[in-house]
């Protein structure tokens, strides 16, 4: 596809745009109090950008594109593989991929697209990502590589698709998705051609985000016990993907004692749930600060449910592995894009009864249909719980921040009394 | 330390104490709710069913003596008085340990056990049992305590020959297995005189060697057929060590399952309330040791909770798992 | 001594309350315009000088609205909402409940506990549908003073449908209606209902148990109130000062 002056002339406005953001937001957290220099290493990574050739020479191994966490990461690293989270947080990019897309949509894959042409832009055929694993979880992921070719972008990798099944209980959709897993195995097989099945790689592989698990728990703990802002969680847990895996936990391990120094923060603890978020967009994170509101638990997939952890197996076999591996991202697994449900409402719900929160903050992005449907259904349990909800709907931009801000300010003297 | 160093020291422990407890005079009698198996020379406390076997072949004498008009109720009362002396220490060890007499406790468990660390090092994949058909398995055991029942009351009643009084024991894997580890191989290989002793030799080389492989494909493979479950299983609203769940805060991860060396599902799916003990569940508490939600299972001591799940410690746990 | 002001910067007009105890001892309002800093404290100096007070008589001065950051002088802020509630609870005599609330550029629905405590709250999103601002455009496309709104829908002798509250589809809505002839006053009864569907909306199922008051600029409109009754089946009452309870809760809050 030939491109005009003028579209790289735009590309190139945004991208400046996108840069522009980010270097905003880092130096907001720079400024910060409870900035220390052990968390440079995840800014560093958060400014580097998004570029899948940048992450593969860090990483020193091709790069994996996944749009959701369904798929289990430790596949992909017992293939050599690294694995890549697609998001998008930059309000700038939306406006690259917008012309192609539907009026209301999810802001965050809005962003992701457009976010990938200035990638693709950049990269050329030579850098890039290796493959494309796709889960179908919620529609917006369905439908992605659809939305990837209107907005102009040719895909030219391998592309994997794993169906996801929308109910977790039952032991025929539990089966199938472990077909899933098997065949996402014979994917990557293919494609780094190491077609023999490697148990070992597996287990090591498995035994490495273990160990990463832990040290996140730890991290978590410290934001129950309000010595772990929200922006830094959501700088921490963002930046994940694009690190080896053992570097982000030597990392993140590195800013435990400090964190651990820090005092509590002082104000209600709150429960955030819903959308997640996404850097450099930490508007909601700031405007719970600036409200007093403490974010002591989280239930988004960019920050708590990063990567599920605590895989539990007793039958070290592959079979084994990837049956505990299958069950573990399937049926542990709480995005509200399943048909059964009920332990998500539940496990939202269950720290209250041992005073952890106070009350919750639903964020809900503008276009983001799962969550907004289950908002109404999380009110209602909630409401007859007896505890305090708010849900705010936003999206990317930030003039509703004033708007927003005086909710959150009036929600929390709701708290208080 | 963890539940399972603690629980795999305990299992050792008392195999030693079951097994070899003879030489150092030690009894623990011969109501044991457990496997220990009474063919071993130096046993140092029976299987309770042995024991109970051998009860049911006289304790009903009596009274189908006074159905033929001799005997006495004086005579019921004095048998059955005798039988509660024995049984009675059954139920209350029963009651203070519950199932956990099978994960922590049985040396033919712990044998299992070792027979999966051995598969497991082997890596070979493990044997999987639909929940459909386990179900039907695991009824099984009821019909060999019925079984177990019925063979010593027929013959006291004078159907069967004296053979049958121990007609569990003689198709029993733990018989010919057990002994082995005082160096008793007596009870390994067929006896061949013609009667009733060499069908039954013949039938039990079948079923432990069917057994052998099954225990080595699937964890555990005989408590799911074993009777004595099937009796401990009849005191279950009494138990004081028991599993709760607290349903709410259960992510439905799936840990409890996998990491139940029985595969019970009840931990899992229940969503209500807070008794979760299976009847197949052998006391082990992986369930609540894999656990990684806080709180959300539970080992209780009568009201007391001795260990709850938490994140921290599955954390820990899974940390320290080696590829 | 004992004094209190209570400043409230909204989107449209600046409101000043001077507070003696519970009672509203003075008050007044200005349209908002650049400069609200320097407007603010021209009415605190107006209300000191009309009451012959000294600045030392003044125990605090409040600030509340989307104004109230920038006021360097003013110590104490409150959130409008919990200001809202607090003004409305004292003036009702503790009867009021349901708070509606129409603010020149958002719309709120407050419930209050038995107590004067925000229970639940819920408010407009960036849109500015049917909140003062979309009265204020639909006044200048139907070239008609907002004091006459009240007036003119009461005369009407339907209420003509109009399908959206958005402040630019309105207007193209309205300019057609127009262009067919329709009566100035169906279209301002119209207006009324729509609006007070969309408060309905607002409202969804969230408790009304007890009194509901409406307060903002707007509720001074006899049509809008009896659009509002129609729409919820319920009683809306109305304080004499409706657009000084959100100054006057800031300042005894």
């Known amino acids: 596809m030939t491109v005009t002056d003028r579209e790289n002339r735009i590309r190139e406005k945004i991208r400046s745009r996108c840069d522009e953001e980010v270097e905003l937001e880092i130096s907001l957290l720079r400024q ?29 191994r091709p790069v994996a594109a996944l749009l959701c966490l369904q798929a289990p990461l430790e596949l992909f690293q017992a293939y050599g593989l690294h694995p890549f989270k697609v998001f998008g947080g930059s309000q700038a990019a939306s406006r690259l991929s917008s012309p192609s897309l539907p009026a209301v949509m999810c802001p965050m894959l809005r962003s992701a697209l457009g976010l990938l042409q200035l990638d693709s832009a950049s990269a050329g055929d030579s850098g890039g990502f290796a493959a494309w694993v796709l889960p179908t979880t919620c529609d917006w992921a369905v439908k992605f590589m659809e939305m990837m070719a209107n907005c102009g972008q040719e895909n030219r990798r391998p592309v994997h698709r794993l169906e996801l099944p929308h109910l977790k209980d039952r032991d025929e959709s539990q089966g199938r998705w ?26 090591r592989s498995m035994a490495v985000y273990q160990k990463a698990w832990q040290v996140f728990t730890e991290l978590t703990m410290l934001k129950r016990a309000g010595r772990l802002s929200g922006p830094w969680s959501v700088v921490i847990s963002n930046s994940f993907f694009f690190d080896d895996v053992q570097k982000w936990m030597a990392a993140v391990e590195a800013t435990l004692p400090k964190f651990r120094e820090r005092p509590a923060a002082a104000g209600p603890e709150v429960y955030l749930a819903g959308s997640p978020v996404f850097f450099p967009n930490l508007k909601i994170m700031h405007l719970l600060e600036d409200a007093g509101l403490k974010v002591v638990m989280d239930d988004l997939c960019s920050s708590e449910r990063l990567f599920p952890g605590a895989v539990f197996f007793d039958d070290p076999s592959e079979h084994g592995l990837l049956k505990a591996l299958a069950q573990r991202y399937h049926q542990g697994c709480l995005c509200p894009s399943f048909a059964d449900n009920d332990r998500r409402i539940n496990n939202i719900i269950s720290p209250s009864h041992k005073a952890l929160y106070r009350g919750v903050v639903f964020q809900v992005l503008k276009g983001c249909h799962p969550f907004d449907l289950e908002s109404m259904t999380l009110e209602r349990r909630l409401k007859d719980e007896g505890l305090k909800f708010i849900k705010v709907e936003t999206d990317y931009t930030s003039e509703d921040s004033q708007n927003l801000l005086t909710r959150l300010e009036a929600y929390r003297r709701t708290l208080d009394s | 330390m963890t539940i399972k160093r603690f629980r795999l020291v305990t299992q050792h422990l008392a195999f030693a104490v079951l097994t070899y407890g003879g030489h150092f005079k030690i009894s623990l009698g011969s109501a044991i709710p457990c496997l220990s198996c009474p063919f071993i020379g130096s046993c140092g406390g029976g299987c309770y069913l042995m024991a109970f076997q051998r009860a049911m072949s006289w304790l009903f004498l009596p009274l189908f003596q006074l159905i033929d008009g001799a005997g006495s109720w004086e005579q019921v009362w ?35 056990d070792w027979m999966t660390r051995l598969r497991q090092a082997l890596k070979l994949r493990e044997a999987e049992l639909s929940n459909r058909h386990k179900r039907v398995v695991s009824k099984l055991k009821y019909v060999l ?36 580890f005082v160096g008793d191989f007596h009870h390994l290989g067929i006896t061949a005189n013609g009667d009733a002793r060499s069908i039954f030799s013949i039938l039990l080389m079948i079923i432990t060697g069917g057994m052998v492989a099954g225990m080595f494909f699937k964890e555990r493979f005989f408590c799911l057929l074993c009777p004595m479950m099937a009796l401990i299983n009849l005191l279950k609203p009494f138990y004081l060590l028991k599993v709760v769940k607290e349903p709410e805060a259960c992510q439905g991860c799936g840990n ?68 | 001594m004992g004094y209190k002001i209570g400043l409230d910067l909204g ?136 004091e006459l709104f009240g007036e003119l829908s009461l005369k009407a002798d339907e209420a003509l449908e109009l399908n959206s509250t958005c402040v630019v589809f309105a207007e193209s809505e309205i300019v057609s209606l127009l262009a067919k002839g329709a009566r100035k006053e169906n279209i301002i009864k119209g207006l009324h209902y729509s609006i007070a569907r969309r408060i309905t909306h607002l409202l969804g199922r969230q408790q009304t148990g007890g009194d509901i008051y409406l307060d903002g600029g707007p509720s001074q409109n006899p049509g809008l109130l009896d659009a509002l009754e129609d729409e919820l089946l319920m009683e809306v009452k109305v304080l004499p000062q409706p657009q000084f309870t959100v100054a006057f809760g800031a300042a005894i809050s």
């Not at chain 2, 079984?147 to 018989?175: E, H, Q, T």
């Not at chain 3, 125990?59 to 609205?65: C, D, L, N, Q, Y």
């Open chain 1, 32 to 60: 910060r109090k409870d900035y220390f220099p052990e968390l440079d290493y995840f800014l560093d990574l958060l400014s580097a950008g998004q570029s899948s050739s940048v992450i593969a020479g860090r990483v020193g």
């Open chain 3, 11 to 146: 989107s449209t007009a600046i409101k000043a309350v001077l507070v003696n105890g519970n009672d509203m001892a003075w008050r007044r309002k200005v349209a908002t315009a650049p400069g609200q800093d320097h407007l603010a404290m021209g009415l605190v100096k107006d209300a000191l000088e009309q009451l012959g007070l000294a600045e030392g008589d003044i125990e605090k001065v409040s600030a509340t609205g989307y104004g109230k950051k920038l006021l360097s002088s003013v110590g104490h802020t409150v959130d409008e909402i919990s200001a809202n509630a607090q003004g409305m609870f004292i003036l009702s005599g503790g009867k009021c409940r349901t708070i509606i609330n129409i603010g020149g550029q958002d719309l709120k629905v407050i419930n209050l506990s038995d107590n004067g405590k925000i229970y639940d709250f819920r408010m407009n999103d960036k849109c500015a549908a049917g909140t003062g601002r979309f009265f204020e455009q639909v006044a200048r496309i139907l070239d008609t003073p907002l």
């Open chain 2, 78 to 112: 004095q048998t059955f008085s005798y039988f509660l002396s024995g049984f009675g220490i059954f139920v209350i060890v029963v009651i203070l340990f519950g199932k956990s007499w099978c994960g922590w406790l049985c040396p033919f468990g712990l044998l299992q």
């Open chain 1, 178 to 203: 472990l077909e899933e897993i098997y065949g996402l195995r014979n994917f990557l097989g293919e494609l780094t051609g190491r077609k023999k099945p490697d148990r070992g790689a597996l287990a």
């Open chain 2, 145 to 180: 305590l019925a079984y177990l029942i019925a063979m010593p009351v027929m013959v006291s009643l004078g159907w069967l020959p004296r053979d049958f009084v121990l007609a569990f024991c003689n198709i029993c894997p733990a018989k010919p297995l057990m002994p082995i």
């Open chain 2, 256 to 323: 409890c399952r996998r990491g139940c060396c029985m595969d019970n599902e009840t931990s899992y799916r229940e969503r209500i309330k807070p008794n979760v003990y299976d009847p197949d569940c052998s006391g082990c508490f992986n369930c609540a040791e894999s656990c990684a939600s806080d709180g959300s299972l539970a080992v209780k001591f009568g009201p007391f909770k001795i260990f709850s799940s938490s994140r921290r410690y599955a954390a820990k746990l899974f940390a320290k798992v080696k590829p």
